[in-house]
């Protein structure tokens, strides 16, 4: 569930906002000023951690008093990652937000990216239910290593360090991203 919900946050919530936002003429009225297209999309992605996290609190107070879930040794680590979690999939939303031209465009690319994410990730269906040359390629998308990370904190009790390769990954995510966002950055419809 944590992991579907950083999905849509980062996926919806960035991106479908970015575009209703130039598409209302918002960005249009800062492009006078002498702010850059970066602490937009950086307020962007933090005012989204920000919203999620209570969230995530909720979802593991609900799991440990309604179904008897242990609580998570590590709980700082697990709410670190999923901070670098939703950092990186509202950068990949900032994306989809810059490239599109109306929320309807936005609807339909954000579908086309959400959804084999969403099921090749491991969140939907596990892994060891595909064949093997479809479990191969997982390994190139980002959702996949939120799901082995989430899933190594909460089940197998593990730390942040001994998931590096999945905070890595997330953290090469959000790197990229928020350089891509920022070049397609657009004040403007037009």
Request: proline fraction near 5%; charge should be positive.
């Amino acid at each position: 569930v944590i992991v579907i919900g950083i999905l849509g946050n980062g996926l919806w919530g960035a991106g479908m906002r970015a575009v209703q936002e130039r598409e209302e003429n918002i960005l249009r009225r800062y492009k006078v000023t002498p702010i850059t297209p970066v602490p937009l999309l950086a307020a962007s992605m933090i005012s989204g951690v920000i919203i999620y996290l209570p969230s995530v609190i909720l979802m593991l107070a609900i799991a440990h008093s309604m179904y008897g879930m242990a609580i998570p040794g590590n709980l700082l680590s697990l709410f670190a990652f999923v901070c670098i979690g939703a950092l990186a999939f509202r950068a990949i939303g900032l994306i989809i937000a810059a490239v599109v031209n109306s929320s309807q465009e936005s609807q339909i690319l954000t579908q086309f990216i959400y959804l084999p994410m969403l099921f090749l990730s491991g969140a939907s269906f596990p892994m060891w239910l595909f064949p093997n040359w479809l479990q191969i390629l997982p390994q190139f998308i980002p959702a996949r290593y939120l799901m082995s990370g989430v899933s190594g904190i909460l089940q197998r009790n593990e730390t942040l360090a001994q998931n590096w390769q999945a905070v890595g990954a997330l953290v090469l995510s959000s790197g990229v991203g928020m350089i891509i966002a920022t070049k397609l950055f657009r004040w403007e419809k037009e």
